[in-house]
């Protein structure tokens, strides 16, 4: 059984940074591709970065390319998170989540996430 948990969420200021990370554990055959998502208080879920396994590579959506950057560490089985430029519209709840699907693209573009962890709060206000 995979289980992902999200640290490193926090309250910081329009401008600032913060590094989220996410442990996977379980079984590294099960999972392949990993994403991060968000979810704003009143919004739907929306797919923010994911990195394949296989070759590292990676997607963004549009709102977050060129202030966040994801990586990963196979052999930690982790996945950072880090984000630059904050700003209030990023305030959510950033959840990690796995697909068995190595593509950075299936993973960003509504692909079936199977594992997915409870979530880390972050904050952007001043």
């Known amino acids: 059984q995979v289980q992902l948990v999200e640290s490193g969420g926090g309250l910081v200021p329009p401008g600032g940074s913060l590094r989220l990370s996410c442990a996977v554990s379980?079984?590294?055959?099960?999972?392949?591709?990993i994403g991060w998502f968000r979810q704003a208080p009143g919004k739907e879920r929306e797919g923010i970065s994911c990195?394949?396994?296989?070759?590292?590579?990676?997607a963004y959506a549009e709102s977050v390319r060129g202030r966040f950057t994801i990586s990963r560490d196979n052999a930690k089985n982790t996945v950072d998170l880090r984000m630059n430029s904050l700003k209030p519209e990023d305030t959510a709840v950033y959840y990690c989540?796995?697909?068995?699907?190595?593509?950075?693209?299936?993973?960003?573009?509504?692909?079936?996430?199977?594992?997915w962890g409870k979530g880390t709060l972050v904050t952007v206000s001043s």
């Open positions: 990195i394949s396994y296989s070759d590292g590579s990676r």
């Open positions: 379980g079984s590294t055959s099960d999972y392949a591709a």
């Open positions: 989540a796995t697909t068995h699907i190595d593509s950075a693209y299936y993973c960003l573009n509504g692909g079936h996430m199977g594992h």
